[in-house]
């Protein structure tokens, strides 16, 4: 991972849009940024942490209260007086290999205020410029996180004002163990575990085996429970039933006698009472066609023979208006017509004739005597005038007599009906007899309602069955599948505990590496040559010890600050160098603590033979002209920045451009 460049804009004392080329150039790896005290040099590193992980620079995990506060103490106060909703933000831009491609990624922050002092965030990420969605840009994040993990952060943006709190840390054990399970690409082999743990886990297993076949007998036992219930009241339904079917028999008993002194059922009743109702119907029904026959029809058959003749008459007359609409046609269109008819089969020979058969088609047409016109009538009301005409030549002359004569048989039959069942109501044996079958009716009626309702709860118990059924179908599936499993799981285990193993054994190795490579980092910066022997990390614990040539162990703080810091440098180099990543460091205020003879091996033995990308924030007084001199061949460029007084903002300035 390279960082290439970083864009502030209103951030900190940076007001305004400022960039920071820092791509190194070949063997250039070094980036020096020089300004005084409060130019904005630990803004510039808070920048990139910011930038680069968000919340989890402050140990967060989402936008909290502090997190807004504490962001929002970045807005630069002139830019926010001027426009207090403005935006305020960091762009970090870097480069990583994805397989055998660069890929240039550009992360970029931005926030501003609402009027309601709420902070909101926009969180945009591009890949060789192409806007990531939200799956791939959390992606890119937690790549970020793997290549430095939060917890070496202050390693590889490394403040030298807070030396002293990195190493008397008491987590700093802890923070050494998870940099160098995740440098040494152990992380994976720790996740495999926790997954294989978590996936199959035997005390889990076993538990649910357990607590399976536990449910297995309880669902054993309900279902036992609810059949014998159901059963009960099936064997209630069956009582009711013979005890239904004996009432039964005795209604039909009581209906035998009653029928024998003639009298009628209800349902008997009912169907004389229908009929009745029927007759009537039909009766009233014959009656309206009487009528509607008599309004239509009598008028036209006591004036048959006026309307025979005047139908006549209306035929004639229609004969004759077709006559003078031939002759019309003929006398004003005939010889045009003709000679047309010659022209096109060539008869022109034949022109005296036609003339000789034209006129006597005209003669023809000419009646000698014309009547007179009497009716003016259309078509259709002709029509209607034959068709009535017809009904009534065609009628049956005794169709009345014959609905006469079914209206008689419908009163004959109302009368009948009436008196079987005025007889039937008459009788008081009769009644009392019918009481006794009214009663055996209800209880008819209340053994079937009992029956249903007992069917009806027999239903639901019949459902609860099959659902209890399935149910232990499916934990006997479950357990049968479980037993199945418990090769697998057992496999698992083993598993677990040879990648337990094998993370063990490969961090014992590489923390052995580790070890020797502080050591020989930390001897090769420390002016005292002898005064260190070896840097020991205890593979278990982690807990770092330096021994003397006497194997003396030497507590840190016994060392200088100075040294302090060199170790820690050390212990960075170590972790680079051991995982053979390529990855970023940014050192602030790298010198401030240092000697003379300290700064010089800083110098010569760490910034001017460091093979990967170094970003150093130095204040003006921590590199002279002469050391910015010799470390010419491994410096890429050198920014100047400025705070001034006079605007209350920060200028930048690159060496050289």
Known sequence: MIIKKIVLNNFGPYKGTHEFELDPEKERTVSIIMGHNGAGKTTLLEAIQLGLYGSFVWGLKNMNVKYQEMVKQKFNRIARSEAPEGEFGISVYFQWKTGRTLDLIQLERRWWISINGKLNEDQLI??????????????????????????????????????????????????????????????????????????????????????????????????????????????????????????KQLKENLIDEFRVHGGLSAEEQRNL???????????????????????????????????????????????????????DIIATKGRDLLEEWSRKYNNLNAKDSTESFLSYMIDSLTEKDQDEFWHDVSETELRKLLTKRDEILNSDPDIYRKYFKTISQHTSQIQSYRKKLEKSIAESALRDKWNEIEKTNELIAEKSFLCRKLLEEASVHADKIAELELQLEKISAKLNESQRDESVVNLAEKIRILMKDFESQSLRLQVQKLSEEITRRFTNLIQKKEYVHKVDINPTNFELKLFGSQGIEIPPQYMSAGERQLLLLAIIQAFITTSG????????????????????????????QTPFQTIVLATDSEFSKEDIQQLKPVVSKVYDIYFLDETGKTEVKQRGA
């Open 273 to 327: 009472e229908a009929k009745i109702k029927e007759n009537e119907m039909r009766r009233s029904k014959m009656n309206e066609t009487i009528k509607e026959k008599i309004a239509e029809h009598l008028p036209f058959q006591i004036a048959s023979s006026v309307l025979g003749k005047t139908v006549a008459r209306l035929e004639k007359e229609k004969y004759a208006r077709t006559m003078n609409a031939a002759y």
């Open 581 to 608: 990543r390529q990855m970023p460091l940014v050192l602030d205020t790298l010198m401030g603590r240092l000697d003379l003879n300290h700064r010089n091996a800083i110098i010569s033995r760490f910034l001017a």
């Open 126 to 247: 591009t890949r060789n410029k192409v806007l990531l969605d939200k799956a791939e840009a959390f992606e890119v994040e937690e790549r970020i996180r793997s290549i430095i993990p939060p917890s070496l952060m202050e390693f590889f943006l490394f403040d030298g004002e807070r030396i002293d709190s990195i190493l008397r840390n008491n987590d700093f054990s802890t923070v050494l163990r998870e940099g160098a399970i995740n440098m040494f690409g152990l992380d994976i082999v720790s996740r495999l575990q926790v997954d294989l743990q978590n996936s199959f886990n035997k005390d889990a297993y076993q538990k649910n085996i357990f607590s399976d076949e536990h449910l297995q007998i309880e669902t054993r036992h309900e279902l036992e429970q609810v059949k014998m219930k159901y059963d009960d009241l099936l064997g209630q339904v069956t009582i009711l039933e013979q005890e239904t079917e004996i009432i």
